[in-house]
């Protein structure tokens, strides 16, 4: 092969304008996406931490007590009856401050009408309010003598198994054996029989979940301190908490719902794009 | 036009090429066989590069899994975890789930080749599927090409086996309740159940521990093999019968046109590949799949509500929950009731399938060869059947997901289930009707809703001179095509368009002087402005290689 050397530059130069169109966009975007993984990945889960105590103190200043009683008269008693005795809607006699807590600050209660399901809406009292109503609730249930389970305290979890401090660890295994068969491993909900929507626990503090578990509100069942001790409640509740709250690790989690959004991510973006890249490369006629 | 730089630079560029075939056929005396294969040509309708799509998802599925598999230990001795994922410390687990967790939290790299790898499996799927729709409502799978229908759906089937059985290696939660349901379709096979299961798992479940190590070796060994070399076949077929076309200006049961394999096809395909892992590890490095961690190891007595298989065996789950509760029984033995959407139904689906080239010779008594396409129009019982058929597996595929459609609409579980029960009879039957309506309203209509023939056909004649062909012909002649002699009718309606014998004549002329199989580079091509489509002879009915 004796012939003078083929200017290199000018025999690509064709090849150069389509690589840089057809393949220059999609390795930038590559070196993109793995950057941005890069970050999102490496940012690790914030340390979880929710420090409450065991059981909240419930006020039992008369003043308080008084001015639950006029908010329960106003927006409670035409279906739970004056004095909480019951009516359409059944007795508080005994329900105690951990339920009260929990059906007003969730905005389940005052229902709007007796026939729904409670379900979590925007709380329609302050929290000073709100911790009013349950003075006075309770103060009815104790002078019945009938007083109910307290607002459940939720301290922070420990790096380590230790007497009294609950880990995330221990969290974690109670919450895959006693709530995921309803609540969905990764807390975002169902569906139970006779049309109850099970709902996504990411909007609940902690607090709440901790009174979601003692309570029970119905269809859930309630566990009581002869199946999980103080402890053990508050280590759920900071698991399920930090579940919401710590970063998703490997990007963004579509819906937390598993199997079924990720195959329609899969086939309506993955494979859509493609199709519209197969059109835009191949012919149409 | 083109300048006279320009024209000496691929002047030089042609030479180059001429070089190094020189080089190759002194060596290795090939340079025919790979001049021809450069010129291969290839038709390039943007559906036909979707079989790419899929062929692209399975070398990315390789490159990942070989990652994956230098850092999973398919072991099931019970160790207890003490790494960096806080919610998980001092748990029990198998070995196989902490090398993944592992796997994702501590290799580099590992997270995001874990969910390029998940992400590649559920689009690899889903470019099979509508690789298949598309051959089967244009009728590709025609005479001569049978035996590679018959190969793509086994590939179809294997690819299926083939994400379950990664599905079920990281042994979290999903994996394990997964493998039950599986375990007890298999134990409801009437007689051989109980056997075959307990066979194939090594005991009771969750099986014995060389379950998983079995799992693994399928998984990245077995069937990848299978698969490539199942794919090899399907494509040197694809190589020797040629690929099939929709009718249109200049194009015949004998001829082909489209670009050639060197430079333009290729230039085309390593895009699309580009494009592929493009998506695939965009997803993979920005969009969470299967978070293990969140779903713990599996245990026997935890579950999870929203437990779904990937998107492609969805269909199975949702016909067990549409599946009445009923009994059988044969000689004296109830048939366990998973037997029937769980074995018997993909096994009447598969069988159809598979049988579908000989069903639809019976159904249009057409036994002849074909390698230009119906459109989907053409052949209006195909079409509805197609989509009733697709209208059923979207019903399965939406009852596997009934608790969640449920919590989004806030409707009733045993509601849905109901509807999507009678939907699996009326959904496929009313969608089957209409398509059938709409495929005769369009026959009567003519102009095709989305495609039409884009520009025209450029033949250089004996002289050197271009001459363009069709381009007054955009539009279909109107009323061309009839309620029910659909294909051959179709492509009488481009012969007339064009005029059959002036087509015939050009085509003929194109193919003899046709450039690049002789010393004429196929650069030289490029001059006249790019994407001029090049003609090639088809063989007959798929026969051998005419070409050059
Ligand atoms: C050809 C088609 C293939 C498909 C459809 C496929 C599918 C899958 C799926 C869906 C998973 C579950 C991933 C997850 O945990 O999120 C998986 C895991 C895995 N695959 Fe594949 N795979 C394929 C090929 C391969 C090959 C060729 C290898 C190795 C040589 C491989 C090695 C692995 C390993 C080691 C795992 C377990 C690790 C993990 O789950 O992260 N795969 N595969």
């Known amino acids: 092969m004796s012939q003078a050397p083929v200017p290199v530059a000018r025999w690509r130069r064709p090849f150069e304008a389509i690589r840089r169109r057809a393949l220059g966009g999609p390795l930038a975007l590559i070196g993109v996406a793995v950057a941005l993984f890069a970050v999102l990945s490496w940012a690790g889960p914030a340390q979880a931490g929710t420090p409450v105590r065991w059981t909240v103190p419930v006020s039992t200043k008369p003043a308080d007590i008084k001015a639950g009683n006029v908010l329960f008269d106003l927006h409670c008693s035409s279906c739970h009856g004056m004095g909480a005795v019951g009516a359409s809607a059944p007795a508080l006699l005994s329900v105690g401050p951990a339920a009260v807590d929990f059906f007003v600050s969730t905005g389940r209660m005052p229902l709007n009408s007796p026939k729904a399901q409670p379900v979590r809406h925007r709380p329609y009292f302050s929290p000073k309010q709100i911790a009013q109503i349950v003075a006075y609730v309770n103060a009815v249930d104790v002078a019945h003598g009938t007083p109910g389970p307290g607002i459940p305290a939720v301290v922070a979890a420990c790096k380590k198994q230790g007497p009294e401090c609950p880990t995330l660890s221990e969290g974690d295994q109670l919450f895959l054996l006693n709530c995921a068969q309803c609540h969905d491993a990764s807390g975002s909900g169902g569906m139970l029989s006779n049309g109850y929507v099970i709902p996504s ?44 709250t710590a970063p998703d690790r490997g990007g963004l989690g579509i819906a937390h719902f598993g199997p079924v959004p990720e195959g329609f991510v899969a086939i309506i973006f993955g494979l859509g794009i493609l199709l519209v890249v197969s059109r835009l490369i191949g012919n149409r006629g | 036009m083109s300048t006279a730089a320009e024209r000496s630079a691929s002047r030089k560029r042609a030479e180059r090429q001429e070089q190094v075939l020189d080089f190759v056929d002194d060596r290795l005396g090939s340079s025919r066989w790979i001049r021809s294969a450069l010129d291969k040509i290839f038709p390039d309708h943007w559906s036909f590069m979707v079989g790419e799509v899929a062929m692209y998802c ?26 960096s994922y806080a919610p998980l410390d001092g748990q029990k687990m198998t070995q196989a789930y902490e090398s993944v967790i592992n796997l994702s939290f501590n290799v580099r790299f590992g997270l995001l080749m874990r969910q390029a790898h998940h992400w590649a499996a559920n689009i690899f799927l889903a470019a099979i599927a509508f690789h298949m729709c598309r051959v089967f409502f244009t009728g590709a799978f025609r005479r001569p090409r049978e035996v590679n229908w018959i190969i793509g759906i086994t590939l179809l089937l294997i690819s299926m086996l083939e994400g379950f059985s ?250 849905l289930i109901e509807i999507l029960q009678y939907g699996s009879f009326i959904g496929p039957a009313v969608g089957g009707i209409v398509t059938y309506r709409a495929c005769l309203l369009l026959q009567r209509g003519g102009a095709h809703p989305i495609q039409r023939p884009v520009g025209g056909i450029i033949v250089r004649d004996a002289h050197g001179a271009y001459h363009t062909l069709g381009a007054a012909h955009e539009e279909h002649a109107p009323g061309g095509h009839g309620a029910d002699n659909g294909h051959s009718n179709a492509e009488e309606a481009v012969l007339e368009r064009v005029g059959a014998d002036r087509e015939e004549a050009e085509a003929d002329r194109a193919v003899r002087t046709g450039p690049g199989h002789g010393a004429e580079p196929v650069q030289e091509e490029r001059q006249s402005g790019g994407a001029e489509p090049a003609v090639d002879e088809q063989g007959d009915q798929g026969g051998h290689h005419r070409q050059g």
């Open chain 2, 58 to 83: 399975f070398v990315l599925l390789l490159v990942t899994g070989v990652y994956l598999a230098l850092f999973y230990s398919p072991s099931s001795a019970v160790v207890t975890y003490h790494g």
């Open chain 2, 166 to 415: 990664g599905y079920s290696l990281p042994d979290d939660l999903l994996s394990g309740s997964g493998l039950r349901v599986v375990f007890s379709i298999v134990q409801s096979i009437p007689l051989i159940g109980p056997w075959l299961a307990f066979t194939v798992w090594g005991g009771p479940f969750p099986g014995s521990s060389a379950f998983l190590e079995r799992l693994f070796v399928i998984h990245e060994f077995i069937f990848p093999l299978l698969l490539a070399g199942l794919l090899g076949a399907h494509l040197a077929i694809l190589w020797h019968q040629k690929h099939t076309d929709f009718p249109g200006p200049g194009k015949t049961e004998k001829n082909i046109v489209g670009s050639r394999l060197w430079p333009q096809y290729a230039i085309k395909s390593q895009a699309l590949l580009m494009f592929v892992a493009m998506v695939v590890f965009g997803l993979g490095g920005l969009v969470q799949i299967n978070p293990i961690w969140i779903y713990g190891p599996f245990e026997a007595a935890r579950s999870s509500a929203g437990t779904q298989p990937d998107w492609y065996v969805g269909w199975l789950d949702g016909a067990m929950r549409l599946w009445p509760h009923w009994e059988f029984r044969s000689f004296g033995h109830e048939i366990a009731n998973p037997f029937f959407p769980g074995i018997l139904l993909p096994g009447l689906v598969f069988t159809a399938i598979y049988a579908w080239p000989w069903i639809d010779k019976r159904l249009f008594s057409d036994y002849g060869g074909h390698n230009l396409l119906d459109r989907p129009r053409d052949k209006p019982l195909r079409t509805a059947l197609g989509v009733a058929a697709l209208i059923f597996f979207v019903d399965c595929t939406l009852a596997s997901a009934t608790d969640l459609i449920g919590n989004g609409l806030q409707v009733s579980f045993e509601l």
């Open chain 1, 201 to 244: 626990l990411r909007a609940a503090t902690a607090t709440q979940i901790a009174e979601a578990v003692r309570v029970g509100p119905r269809p859930m069942p309630n566990f009581g301190p002869g199946q999980f001790t103080d402890q053990q409640v508050a280590a759920i509740a900071d698991y399920v908490h930090w579940l919401s």
